[in-house]
């Protein structure tokens, strides 16, 4: 069910910050509205994310990446001296 909630009631239901609620809604580009005392108000259906599942924010909301070693482990060739 889609919800209007401030960045204050989003962390009080995902048991976050404020600021990480406020990072969710960044990092998923959630709709954002301002009420007539101008806090932030996101469009946002908590059931969909998974947050009444029980489900690990990180395993919805990111996507893995690879990154490092094991991003060029395959790019790499030999080295000119080495036979």
Known sequence: MLERLTYVQIGDRLNISPEGARAIVKRNRL???HDKNGKA???ID???LGAATGVP???I????RRRGREASA???GRAPWRS
């Not at 909301?61 to 893995?64: C, D, L, N, V, Y």
């Open 61 to 64: 909301i990111r996507s893995p």
């Open 31 to 33: 709709p954002r509205s």
């Open 74 to 76: 395959g790019c790499r």
């Open 41 to 43: 108000l996101v469009a």
């Open 46 to 48: 908590l059931d969909k």
């Open 57 to 59: 924010w990180g395993s």
